[in-house]
């Protein structure tokens, strides 16, 4: 089995960027996400298929950035356009679908019916589900 690694990081302009982010929005990342998100801002895992109980090998394609600038920024897209106001997006997938917190859960919401599936009770569940 490969180990997990991460590509086409880039570097947070401001590492306070998450923090404001949360205190801004009212929000709160778990730690082991927020590591990740500091540590790999924007980046692509080396490991990214995953498995739901009903479809194989779905993508997760990239962390969203906290640099403003970046092509892919969580500031682009939150709030989602979604009837629940409490999903937080934090990753997406080249389908336009994002990987988001919401209750301390890990879900992929569904841009095009706004429905989300389970994914994983903790982001270091849902890395080690992730496979080639």
Known sequence: ????????????????????????????????LKDILLKYNGGRPSLRYFDTDTEK?????????FNEPDIETIFKCYPLDSADNTLIPFASNS?????????????????????????ASSFSDFLKSLHE
């Open 1 to 32: 089995m490969s180990e997990l690694s991460w590509k086409y990081v880039k570097e947070l302009k401001n590492k306070e960027a998450i923090d404001i982010f949360e205190k801004e929005n009212g929000v709160s990342f778990p730690t082991d």
């Open 57 to 65: 090998d779905k993508e997760f394609k990239t962390l969203l950035s």
């Open 95 to 119: 389908g336009g679908d994002y990987f988001v917190l919401k209750d301390g859960d890990i879900y992929l919401w569904k841009h095009e019916n706004d429905t989300t599936v389970f994914l």
